[in-house]
Nanobody
Framework: QVQLVESGGGLVQAGGSLRLSCAASTSIFSINAMSWYHQAPGKQRELVARITTTGGSTYYADSVKGRFTISRDNAKNTVYLQMNSLKPEDTGVYLC?????????WGQGTQVTVSS
């Protein structure tokens, strides 16, 4: 079992920045990959960014490339999402996801609201 706790959401004006954190209850070396998903009001959850926990390979959705950066701190078992140049369409709940073997784990989410 992996527990994930997100933090760092809030209200920010368009063009601003936020850094989200996702702390895992276990060593992230035991996890294959960690991701951030965005769920906008009334829309499907979508993958925003992913990082593998060993090689550090990253993936970004086209909508956030050049604005968001995913990173990890192995010593703290934490993954971050640095969000810059935020847009109103980035508003929603951001959820952390971890994949270990065949199992998926989710955090409770953190709300991000970007005002225009």
């Amino acid at each position: 079992q992996v527990q994930l706790v997100e933090s760092g959401g809030g209200l920010v004006q368009a063009g601003g920045s936020l850094r989200l954190s996702c702390a895992a209850s276990t060593s992230i070396f035991s996890i294959n990959a960690m991701s951030w998903y965005h769920q906008a009001p009334g829309k499907q959850r979508e993958l925003v960014a992913r990082i593998t926990t060993t090689g550090g390979s990253t993936y970004y959705a086209d909508s956030v490339k050049g604005r968001f950066t995913i990173s990890r701190d192995n010593a703290k078992n934490t993954v971050y999402l640095q969000m810059n140049s935020l847009k109103p369409e980035d508003t929603g709940v951001y959820l952390c996801n971890a994949v270990r073997e065949i199992y998926y784990y989710w955090g409770q989410g953190t709300q991000v609201t970007v005002s225009s």
